[in-house]
């Protein structure tokens, strides 16, 4: 027991001294920094980074009072997170100088490492890149109503990865910005007017000269109809068993959906006021009884030559 005791105490010992070691080294090496050459570094370095943080801010203001007739409101997004990456990029590589960190080196490895990831990423790189261009170019802003690839919605943000909208059931899309560049896209709130055409046929026998008179008149019933371009009407041609008859009218694109409806009830009650009527594809079904017997068909003889 006297041994092991012993044993125990020359152990604790040992710790001890070494702890005391390690301890003596660690408040040493923490005391080479509180110099007053290294105090005045860290005052610079402040300072530098308190000139950097205000100009970012300066800067971030600037921005802010920019009018939406200068810049739009995507660009000007982008700006602030082209800014913002700027700026923490600029206060990381001032840092790691103040530390000795020589960047060449250290671009040097992010360049390689950089080339790694964009083999393994090839798709978000992509992403990115025709996001730059979604967001600079200027086609797609925040609000406007998109068709892409079957789907329709309204702008919700455009991100440098994604496009997000909100279907017209309120589901929400993230639309990958490369589909954006690389498909038909379209845009339903670009410009501010919109063109609307009504296509129906009416009935053989229609006075033609007479119908578009007529058809010219439901417009006038309808106040969100602009006058400007003026609509028109025309035959579109002769079907099977009507008369193709096509109405278009312009409107603002606010004004879409009420300007729809309400040219449909006006066309109806301009055709059933002038006695306009549609037709209709008709079916004619004729019962058929088996215990009849068809007769043959008849051989019509010709004429016999002497």
């Known amino acids: 027991m006297d041994e092991s ?3 125990v105490t020359i152990g604790v010992q040992q710790a001890q001294e070494q702890l005391s070691k390690h301890t003596e080294t660690l408040f040493s090496w923490i005391k ?4 007053w050459t290294n105090l005045f570094r860290a005052a610079g370095a402040l300072f530098v980074i308190g000139i950097i943080w205000f100009l970012y801010k300066l800067a971030f203001h600037a921005l802010n009072r920019v009018s939406e007739q200068k810049i739009n409101k995507e660009n000007n997004l982008a700006l602030h997170k082209l800014l913002k990456y700027v700026f923490y990029s600029v206060i990381v590589m001032y840092i790691l100088s103040c530390f000795g960190i020589k960047l060449t080196a250290l671009l040097g490895a992010a360049g390689i490492a950089g080339l790694a990831v964009g083999f393994a990423a090839q798709t978000t790189v992509s992403n990115v890149i025709s996001g730059l261009f979604v967001i600079t170019e200027g086609v797609v802003k925040v ?3 998109i068709v892409v690839s079957g789907v329709t919605g309204n702008v919700d943000s455009i991100d440098l990865l994604s496009t997000k909208v909100h279907t017209l059931d309120n589901q929400l899309v993230r639309i990958p910005n490369s589909l954006i560049i690389n498909t038909t896209f379209q845009n339903n709130s670009y ?3 919109r063109r609307i055409t009504f296509a129906f046929g009416l009935k053989y026998g229609t006075d033609i ?3 578009l008179d007529v058809l010219l008149k439901a417009p006038d019933l309808c106040e969100t109809v602009i006058k400007k371009p003026a609509p028109v009407a025309w035959v579109d041609g002769f079907g ?3 008369i193709n008859m096509t109405v278009a009218v312009w409107c ?3 004004d879409f959906l009420k300007t729809k409806n309400d040219m449909f009830i006006a066309l109806m009650r301009v055709m059933n006021e002038n006695g306009l009527v549609m037709s209709y594809n008709c079916v004619e079904i004729l019962a058929h009884d088996d215990s009849i017997p068809v007769p043959p068909p008849v051989k019509k003889s010709g004429a016999r030559r002497n």
Request: no cysteine; hydrophobic share 25%; net charge neutral.
């Open 5 to 7: 005791t012993s044993a």
């Open 32 to 35: 080479s920094f509180f110099t």
């Open 143 to 145: 609000g406007d109503l």
């Open 191 to 193: 410009y501010s007017t």
């Open 209 to 211: 000269r007479s119908a």
């Open 240 to 242: 099977d068993s009507n």
């Open 252 to 254: 603002k694109s606010s």
